[in-house]
């Protein structure tokens, strides 16, 4: 059992390749699939309520992600990754990068307008958001089965 990863890899590193696509495919469908949609069906709620409390729920869900690409990345440049993981890993970095950089600001002016009473709020950026959360849930399953396949084909020597 000594040898249940190649001597290059981690346990660490390993573990963490195969938890953190996890824990961030946990927290999409929770948050963006789950919590979002719900949030405007509350009794009470109103819309500057609502983007109030998803631009705060939101803007910690990045942060998050980040932390969880950060370490996603240094998992990955470990040794014992193949191509296909670190290319689903690299797409996967690229487009967190792009939702929190491009599409976040761009929403956040739009949330800013709407509770300013200057937007009505009827926006396609909204959908580009589902878009880009969309592509990283089909990149975090891609992971977790590239993980999980290596962890199931690795025999101790």
Request: proline share 4%.
């Given at each position: 059992?000594t040898h249940?990863?190649s001597?290059?890899?981690?346990r ?13 495919l ?6 963006s ?20 409390i ?6 910690v869900?990045?942060?998050?992600e ?6 996603l990345?240094?998992?990955?440049l ?6 296909a993981?670190?290319g ?6 690229a ?11 761009l929403?956040?002016?739009?949330t800013?307008a ?5 937007d ?19 990149g975090l399953?891609?992971?977790?089965v590239?993980?999980?396949r ?8």
């Amino acid at each position: 059992m000594t040898h249940f990863f190649s001597t290059n890899d981690s346990r660490l590193a390993a573990g963490a390749r195969l938890i953190l696509p996890a824990i961030w495919l946990g927290l999409i469908i929770g948050i963006s699939l789950i919590e979002a949609p719900l949030k405007f069906t509350a009794p009470g709620i109103t819309i500057p309520l609502g983007l109030g409390i998803g631009r705060l729920v939101f803007g910690v869900m990045n942060w998050v992600e980040l932390v969880i690409g950060v370490l996603l990345l240094w998992a990955m440049l470990k040794s014992g990754v193949d191509r296909a993981y670190r290319g689903v890993a690299s797409g996967l970095i690229a487009v967190l990068i792009i939702k929190v950089v491009v599409i976040r600001p761009l929403l956040n002016r739009r949330t800013d307008a709407v509770l300013a009473g200057v937007d009505d709020g009827g926006s396609a950026l909204h959908l580009f958001y589902i878009a880009a959360d969309g592509l990283l849930i089909l990149g975090l399953v891609a992971a977790l089965v590239l993980a999980v396949r290596r962890w199931v084909t690795i025999r101790p020597q």
